[in-house]
């Protein structure tokens, strides 16, 4: 299996040579040549088997240079019940992602139950081990560089610590996470992990983080990477459970599903339509912004249109004005003609924006089940409410915008899969705010707040982050 550049001019490459890579050289992304087809014979023997048997029948298929026997060790390793024990509910954490059923036909599905209490644990996890096993082979060491405004950092670093040959160098705003999210980050007292708190905003933390990485003889001596969502190996870990979701609400293969996905870069619907793509009975795949309605936009209109601002919003995870991961799916719409996504995103990097109307590609878009929908923070708390009322579940705020969009386009007789992507407890504002009490938490992680803190408060200087990441990284 050879990956391909959406932009047509980058090597291809094995699956282990893009791993620890960010974008391709081309300022594309990269994707299977073609995605493999799983028959009716595979995916019946599919049903019924766990979520590690499912990750080594699914990524098996996309990753082709790992020993199979030593792929499956690093999927053992990673999905067990030890890993996401985070359960609030009293589901089985043997399940890593339980389904959870509010009425015949509609369900949530529990992807928070990872050390940081959001999805991204899903991948991250399997990208820690995935990234010290390639780096034991080649005696390589990296030091990851990131910038966070919440969930991203704090998944890397749980899934990082401790890791031979890793060290991650986090940044954060000194202002703007949640006391929750801080105290996650902070309270990690592994050596390998230093979390850098700026003095400014994560706009000036992510400039940083720009430009070390443009600094190219920088970069290579010190074996600069990152762990961001453009990462192939992070969403196609991510389909994986789209399939163990499929089983879990169907009792045949003759029926097709649902899915809504609270939506900011594309990753996790992206991983959606990966599954489609591969073979699973996938109807509709329902994308669900916030205030930033970039991909809504699209989706209703054809036009794609980054904006210059992003809105700060009560589902600060989906604040993205721009989805990094939407090119791999458009390359697929367009028949993968990479001269056009070439075309297309130039002018989305000039500023610019694109129409897929006038041309009839936008008439494709249903062949590909994607619908989409928006949400506001009244809508937020207000689905929160009634999914609390009804219900008796308790659901953070991203997963109120996908519970919302996807009931707009509920079908009879297609169940109704929702992503749950983060825990109440991560968003305690929201949550007061709707039903006027706190929430549910954990118990293991009560006192998180009152742990001690290990953190480098500096200035928004660059030469100060390169001097520390100096400074430590010797052996
Ligand atoms: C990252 C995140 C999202 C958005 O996921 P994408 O893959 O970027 O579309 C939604 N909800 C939560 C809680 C997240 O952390």
């Keep these: 299996m050879n990956y391909i550049s959406t932009r047509?001019?980058?090597?291809?490459?094995?699956?282990s040579e893009i791993l620890l890579g960010g974008l391709a050289s081309d300022g594309g992304l990269y994707v299977p040549e073609s995605y493999p087809k799983l028959s009716a014979d595979e995916l019946a023997a599919m049903r019924g088997m766990n979520y590690r048997e499912l990750a080594f029948a699914v990524l098996s298929r996309l990753i082709d240079d790992i020993p199979h026997d030593d792929l499956r060790k690093l999927i053992d390793k990673t999905y067990t019940a030890e890993v996401y024990r985070f359960t609030n509910t009293g589901e089985n954490a043997e399940d890593i992602t339980p389904l959870k059923t509010l009425e015949p036909g509609l369900h949530v599905l529990a992807l928070s139950n990872g050390p940081t209490l959001a999805f991204k644990d899903m991948a991250m996890q399997l990208l820690g081990n995935l990234f010290e096993y390639v780096l034991d082979k080649t005696h390589g060491e990296l030091n990851i560089l990131g910038a966070t405004s919440g969930d991203t950092g704090s998944a890397a670093e749980y899934a990082m610590r401790g890791k031979r040959g890793i060290r991650v160098f986090m940044l954060s705003p000194e202002h703007g996470m949640t006391r929750f999210q801080q105290a996650q980050m902070y309270a990690l007292q592994d050596d390998n992990i230093q979390n850098l708190v700026i003095r400014g905003v994560f706009d000036q933390c992510q400039d940083i983080v720009k430009a070390v990485s443009n600094d190219l003889e920088f970069k290579s001596k010190h074996h600069i990477g990152a762990v961001n969502s453009i990462n192939w190996a992070r969403?196609?870990?991510q389909s994986v459970y789209y399939f163990k979701a499929y089983f879990a609400a169907t009792h045949s293969n003759d029926q097709s599903v649902s899915f809504s996905v609270?939506?900011?870069?594309?990753?996790?619907v992206c991983a959606g339509h990966i599954a489609r793509q591969m073979g699973l009975p996938i109807n509709k795949l329902i994308?669900?912004?916030?205030?930033?309605?970039?991909?809504d936009e699209f989706f209703k209109t054809g036009v794609y249109r980054p904006r210059p601002e992003t809105?700060?919003?009560?589902?600060?995870?989906?604040d993205i004005s721009k989805a990094s991961n939407f090119e791999r799916?458009?390359?697929?719409l367009s028949g993968r003609d990479a001269a056009r996504i070439r075309a297309l995103w130039g002018a989305v990097e000039s500023g610019g924006s694109f129409d897929l109307k006038a041309d009839g590609l936008f008439g494709r878009v249903p062949d590909f089940g994607m619908v989409s929908g928006s949400s506001n923070h009244a809508n937020r708390i207000d689905t929160i409410r009634t999914v609390y009322e009804v219900y008796g579940t308790m659901i953070d705020p991203h997963t109120a915008d996908g519970i919302k969009v996807g009931l707009e386009h509920r079908e009879p007789g297609v169940p109704l899969i929702c992503m749950e992507t983060a825990q109440p407890a991560k968003f305690d504002d929201a949550i007061r705010e709707a039903l006027g009490i706190e929430p549910v938490r954990p118990a293991e992680l009560a006192d998180l707040e009152a742990q001690p803190q290990r953190k480098h408060v500096m200035d928004a200087d660059v030469n100060a982050v390169k001097q520390f990441v100096v400074d430590h990284s010797r052996q």
């Design 311 to 318: 809105r700060h919003t009560s589902s600060p995870s989906m």
């Design 329 to 332: 799916f458009v390359f697929d």
């Design 287 to 295: 994308v669900a912004s916030n205030e930033n309605d970039v991909l």
């Design 8 to 15: 047509g001019l980058a090597p291809q490459l094995r699956f």
């Design 262 to 268: 609270p939506s900011g870069n594309f990753g996790n």
């Design 235 to 237: 969403v196609a870990a």
